[in-house]
């Protein structure tokens, strides 16, 4: 059994509170066990210079942990003047897996910034905000697509993240700190509704790990993955039956 | 009559909620109106440079704004690389408002530090986290005294802060966004609990005052500031009993 | 009697030296005391990106002092690679308070920069920057005028700065740096030529005041204010004249 | 066929020049086709504040491109005063995949910084990175070791890394520049001489990539390590016979 | 003649003025023509690290321009967040130009800043900063002299600096800006008491020049330098006669 | 003798191996004696700002050391976040230099930017830079005339490089680093292939020079830079025939 009672494949409870403030275009607050991030989704008519002119869209993220996420209080990097390469990577992560779902043509010349601040963390914090990013960005893009901005549904799938690793031999779904901290393989898995990969990043940093044991990881994401995927599904409600309508039109 | 119906020396709704965040010694979130402050108090065993050695502690501010606290998304600090003007002056003013009931050799050689982050931004960000800040403080300060860290109790009195103003040549008590971008004159105040003066601030950029419209400011901030330090007490429960208790002892 | 001689509500001797500097289109050495600020104006037919299109003008201080202004050598603000927030919080003031008696669509699409230079600090170096700063940009927009470059005179009213505070249970007019550092309580108060108030910034970190002292320390102010402003008259000679006309023709 | 008429599962041409520098403790330059990295080791005896008093060493990397070892010429690093997101996600790759075959305790408290500078770049240069570093850190090591600085050999196993793809629908093996901007799928390996993996990263952002597609890269990718690892040994000369030696003696 | 009426081998007019600020321990104001710059000297009691623990001290310069010392603003290097390379390569000259006549193990672990804070800019602004820089240095180890800190002398020689130039095909002594600008060759030279060159820093990056040219511009300088020299003496009066005594005994 | 057994008048081994890398429009790995640098010429079309609209392009340059040019590690600029004022006056004098044989009427708007890269540094780094980007941009602009993008050929003479200084009592040529160590002057000459100087850069900071030791240092430095032309020439084949061609008709 682990250290807060759960099997080696279960996830922690899941909650997703959409619309948490009231200016952002797409809005939700996800929390996973004790992990909360504010996840907020922002559409600007306008894409960044290198995007200029191609007819087509961009997805960005940035992350960020407030000072008392942490047990130790963390040092803001606006104060230290600079992001930290954990937060570049994070941020560039994130950005990357969300558009993997998204038709950038269909969206049309404009940009979505996911911000997703950590409000409390307890382990898969880039995990979790993947996951409560796509909700945002699914609001965002429904209400543009309502307000007749698009011609055809820019979101061709659904996304969401999870963490594995091996504790104590074992290979456990969704970490939490106490267990990443231990663990000797720490892996993040993004997966589409589909079923397919859209990112793995495995390190064995402690200890290398066997293609056996990576079997097994992968197992386990895929199944993770495809509850949280019917509880974004849950919230979403109708927005959900649009996700990934008119697909085969492109690519 | 004001444009949320409010009269114009009533306060918009106040909600405290403690104990927010898990790991936070003390931690607070604060919605006035439509304007919501994280406030978390960390409290460390040692002081800044410039106060080694002295037996005292200090209390320290930090202030920020998630991105989409505001109507347009606003850019990160972090990412631009330094604190605004703006950041620096409001947070300045917290730490140095909260210095003001806080009888630093009591203390001991610690540092109090509260972070303050705008979740969403509705007018009054700065007085609003004062008054949040107050109680999160409250909440460490008294940590350490059921520790039997302190031998005597060093916060001396309650404190909190409002803004008012003149919006169409009437005085206003707690401007939210709106009102606040159409005053002539903008007006920051922070008292304690005893009645007296911890900062003024009071702006006519737009108009220049008078003294007898001085008067009327500084006599609506006063009745507002006793209705928050009400609130505080509420919330506080058996902590506000020992705030301000051998004052005479000191100073 | 105080430290060095004068009495409660007296003035340090005060001098200003016009067309210090032969490039500047405006420039004034102002001593207030040992303070001595250079206060040059510089006016460019642009305006920052937030003011464009609107057909207005704006007003923009920047304050620094020199490493040896101080009895101990303070590092430049260059070296450290970044503005402190007492320097934000002072040239933001400045600005702000010239704006106050500046019509800016008078001005036109003009910027005019104040660059406040600390040569010499004892005390009050942010309000005798004002008081300075106020001469230097009545002398560039003076030649504007003469120039025929506007077509109404954009200055309003008269403008000055004077510090007070609470020394020994005392109030005292234009603290030197002695006296600032025992202050209880610690005020700026900027005034104009009819007045009005257009900034009071208290603060009573030390000690708060009660509403009895801080009457004492506006009535104070505004002597001594009244008094700068006849100095700014005798040196600015027939610009003076000019200051002000036409005002009931705007808002 | 391919663009350089390669097979699928075939490598580029690999050459290893040790010494390439005279002062680093360990140096090599290492070419993969076009790609040309300069990888030198530092041997430091100090470590990281955050390592102090462990009794253990720390392995540590840095990595930067020429200006021109891209087709368009690159803005330097420290001309825009910071390093790039891309950057930061590299180096600390490089660092992680070098510590996992090192036992940093009989390393000692010393410091190994590898810095890998790419002179010419044609794809591939962070998994050339980490295999050109791992044959300078040996040498530096070795260095140690022959000093009896070391009582045991702190290089447990051999490393080696190398990208794969999915261009045109095919899996392939070390993709050069042309290759890598088609590919729908980038997958980055490294792995231990033992066969064991030590990072995986895999991204799909243009395409989302199946389990049986994953199971091809990876395939493709342990044989071509295997063939690296065997060149790391045959220019490591007498080096190659020590690592790994009394590995069971630790973990 | 020249554009000013001058001589070519004719310096402009040249005044000296002590104790400018009452804070720094050496203060002076020089103006050449209409170039001022305060020299203000700092004496703190340490080293920087890499002096430590060689019982000797340290001469360093910083050299800044106030924004309208130039005929258009320039932004403050506060503001840009640097230092320019033309600033640096300044103090970098005026530091070594000075330690040239200073004996470093006489000084003791003691550091002396010369902030060289220029207030009008007409042509020669680093010369001139040497030069008054001299002097102010001169003041200060006068008083570190008088308090019996020191056990011999430290200044080994006198020490100033002038700009020449060909305009016109014509070699000109100590150029004001509008020649400086249309100089086809511009250098700077330092010299000392005794007649030995410290800096040559010649340049044509408009033409260059030839040895004959080369011969003309050093004699034209070396005349000039010895007539500054003889200014310092004025101005430093006893203080000169102890500059330079006791010199056989060192190095 | 020398510590190298070099005659006292002799210079170190030249090599310059042009086409280092591909991607350049020019590129020449240069070594004199260990110390390497590479030097890559980029050619753009536009203009920095300040050049716009003029009909002329501009040369620029920018120089590093790699972490490991050096005996004891240097930590890169890029992690420091800022220039060095040595990398800044070095790169400073590199552009100026190569513009002094540049018509830059005849170049268009263009800039050639020179990125000297020290690999190995053993003294005379900045010199060697000059001679190298010589070459390098020679390389660049060829390819330029031979594309008929120019209508007469932009570069007007050669143009080489070195350092002298007193090592000893003795008038050395081209210091390695140890001699560079010990030099009491040290001195750097840029020279055109017509016998003219473009910079001459010389320092006694630890003993100031008479004019006879300054004689004898030009004296050295004309013949070194002599032999080094010539050997740009043999590298240069053909491209250094067009050289200086058609001169008379500029300026």
Known sequence: MRIDGRQYD???????????????????LISVGETKVLCNATVEDRVP????????????????????????????????????GRTMEIQRLIGRALRSVVDLERLGERTITLDCDVI????????????????????????????QALSAYPITDFLASVSVGIVNQQVCLDLNYAEDS????????????????????GTGEEAPFSRTELDGLLAVSE?????????QKKVLGDIASRIGVGNHATS
Chains 1, 2, 3, 4, 5, 6 share one sequence.
């Open 10 to 28: 279960q996830l922690r409870p899941l909650s997703l509170t959409p619309h948490y403030v009231k200016y952002a275009e797409g809005s939700v």
């Open 120 to 147: 409390q963390a307890d382990g898969g914090t880039r995990t979790t905000s993947i996951t409560g990013a796509f909700v945002a960005m699914a609001i965002a893009v429904d209400k543009l697509f309502k307000n």
């Open 223 to 231: 199944a993770g993955i495809r509850q949280l995927i019917e509880e």
């Open 49 to 84: 210079p290198f995007m200029k002119g191609q007819g087509k869209g961009w997805i960005n993220a940035e992350y960020s942990m407030l000072p008392r996420a942490t047990q130790v209080r963390n040092q803001r990097e606006s104060v230290k003047g600079k992001l930290g």
């Open 182 to 201: 231990s663990a000797k393989v720490d892996m993040n898995v993004v997966m589409t509704g589909s079923g397919k990969f859209v990112e793995i990043q």
